[in-house]
């Protein structure tokens, strides 16, 4: 929990000092020409996760939820049963869709027209998928369903706190991020070790898995293993992306979102440099990524990129 403590501080830190380099309030988001921003009803609320499906789209926001059925052109407050409730997370999964709030996880279909609480008692911070399983990362642990969410097992054995942040999945390997310290688990949740990686005052955050690459970000970089945690090593990159909150990996690229920016890193060779610093001034706290289509959620709403340029 200490670690915790000083990683939100630092970052509180930081984002003060960001805010104070550009004005008392950075009011004015800048942007890449790569960027648009989608003005809705979204723009007058954080938008914490985003999740979708083809053409539907959901964004969990301060009260509730949001669905656009036209891949994000408009949206409509989807909310019945779960507002005044803020969604932290969010999972579709075959023609259900999953949102953690601070205290339930609540459940409805693509096209339904409610949410039904199906746990409760505990915040629903993240989910991830390995195959028929689902992982929620919870105030209480990781817990893990095998029939589509209609049950849920606790799986902390070696944990050593539950708070979880974020989740990542690679077969049967799992990461998770708790207060700044990274576990994992090579059988699918059954059991858990601190990860070895950083120094002992390094602190982690946001985790992800593209293929048998997984990315954690912390207070010195970006970590990087490409044989599914076996070994890791540290992408040397400047501006190190402090605090970052998600992750969007493409191919060669890396979209990291963090307190104040967007950067985008791309992969030359072994070495990842600086392409583009693509939103300054934003809290980015979610990404989601449909066919050629990057969608970026945070403070001042959501904007939307093509990942074909």
Known sequence: MKRHVILSIILVVLWNVSCKKSGSNPVEVKS???????????????VYAMAGSGSTLF???????????????????????LYPRTVYSLLVR????????????????????????????????CFAVSGTKIFAGTSAGVL?????????????????????DHLASCNENLFASING???????GGSSWNQAT????????????S?????????????????????NWSRIVIEPPPFGVLAFAIFDTRIFAATRDRVPCYVKTDSTWT?????????ATQAFLAIGNTLLAGGTDGLWMRSLTN
């Open 32 to 46: 890449s020409p790569k960027w648009v921003h989608l003005d809705s009803a979204l723009i007058n609320g954080d």
């Open 59 to 81: 964004a969990g926001v301060d009260l509730g939820a949001y669905r656009s059925m036209d891949s994000g052109k408009s949206w409509s407050a989807f909310e019945s049963g």
């Open 94 to 125: 075959d023609t259900l869709v999953f949102a953690g709030t601070g205290y339930a996880l609540f459940t409805s279909t693509i096209n339904g027209v409610s949410w039904t609480a199906i746990d409760s008692g505990k915040s629903f911070n």
């Open 144 to 164: 893990r369903s095998t029939d589509n969410g209609s049950t849920w097992t606790p799986i902390n054995s070696g944990l050593t706190d539950l708070s979880v």
């Open 181 to 187: 310290y990274i576990f994992q688990s090579t059988n």
């Open 197 to 208: 990686l950083g120094s002992a005052s390094t602190l982690f955050s946001a985790v992800a």
């Open 210 to 230: 593209s293929g048998t690459n997984i990315f954690v970000g912390a207070t010195d970089g970006i970590y990087l293993s490409t044989n599914s945690g076996a």
């Open 274 to 282: 600086l392409s583009d610093v693509e939103l300054e001034y934003t």
